[in-house]
T-cell receptor
Framework: GAGVSQSPSNKVTEKGKDVELRCDPISGHTALYWYRQSLGQGLEFLIYFQGNSAPDKSGLPSDRFSAERTGGSVSTLTIQRTQQEDSAVYLC???????????????FGPGTRLTVL | GQNIDQPTEMTATEGAIVQINCTYQTSGFNGLFWYQQHAGEAPTFLSYNVLDGLEEKGRFSSFLSRSKGYSYLLLKELQMKDSASYLCAVSPYGNNRLAFGKGNQVVVIP
């Protein structure tokens, strides 16, 4: 079956420009996560959507970062006024809903490699 | 918060056994995950431990000791395709996000 897809796979932008990254989760998965992976670093949590609940935005590094999820499916991560330190691979993952405390494997997409010049 | 430590890199010979350690400091978590990530690819799930002890799945086994704040992933009969980064992550109480360590790069040589 179809996995998590992300687009674009690569994005090169100039400092100060805005970028939008897209994630299509696995059909039926109500939970969606954004992480970023910088060179030599572990995956860093950014934001989490669960159904119709308010998203957990506690991992967003600054107010230049925002994300939305329309119709409980596709999600867009927006970075405004990009900076060179934003260069990283941005990974999206999805999972089935959980009641908290139960096991729900997260399935990751291939990521978007963002390079800010 | 969570503080997860993993050694950065190790080299092993095809057919050998390697153990990848993960230590963590966290106030509480639902379970501990291991993911495999090949260069330029998405992380893929390997194992999940909730209770203390060993979980075996084919050539891969994962161990958890909550009291010691320690987990390891054991890779047996190493194959060249096992060259990858191995990521340890915990799922903290109260939410489903994963807190990852930096990963351990395993290089398998002939």
């Amino acid at each position: 079956g179809a996995g998590v897809s992300q687009s674009p796979s690569n994005k090169v932008t100039e400092k100060g420009k805005d970028v939008e990254l897209r994630c299509d989760p696995i059909s039926g998965h109500t939970a969606l996560y954004w992480y970023r992976q910088s060179l030599g670093q572990g995956l860093e949590f950014l934001i989490y959507f669960q159904g119709n609940s308010a998203p957990d935005k506690s991992g967003l590094p600054s107010d230049r970062f925002s994300a939305e999820r329309t119709g409980g499916s596709v999600s867009t991560l927006t970075i405004q006024r990009t900076q060179q330190e934003d260069s990283a691979v941005y990974l999206c993952a999805s999972s089935l809903a959980s009641g908290g405390g139960s096991y729900n494997e997260q399935f990751f997409g291939p990521g978007t490699r963002l390079t800010v010049l | 918060g969570q503080n997860i430590d993993q050694p950065t890199e190790m080299t092993a010979t095809e057919g050998a056994i390697v153990q990848i350690n993960c230590t963590y400091q966290t106030s509480g978590f639902n379970g501990l995950f291991w993911y495999q990530q090949h260069a330029g690819e998405a992380p893929t799930f390997l194992s999940y431990n909730v209770l203390d002890g060993l979980e075996e799945k084919g050539r891969f086994s994962s161990f958890l000791s909550r009291s010691k704040g320690y987990s390891y992933l054991l890779l047996k009969e190493l194959q060249m395709k096992d060259s990858a980064s191995y990521l340890c992550a915990v799922s903290p109480y109260g939410n489903n996000r994963l807190a990852f360590g930096k990963g351990n790069q395993v290089v398998v040589i002939p």
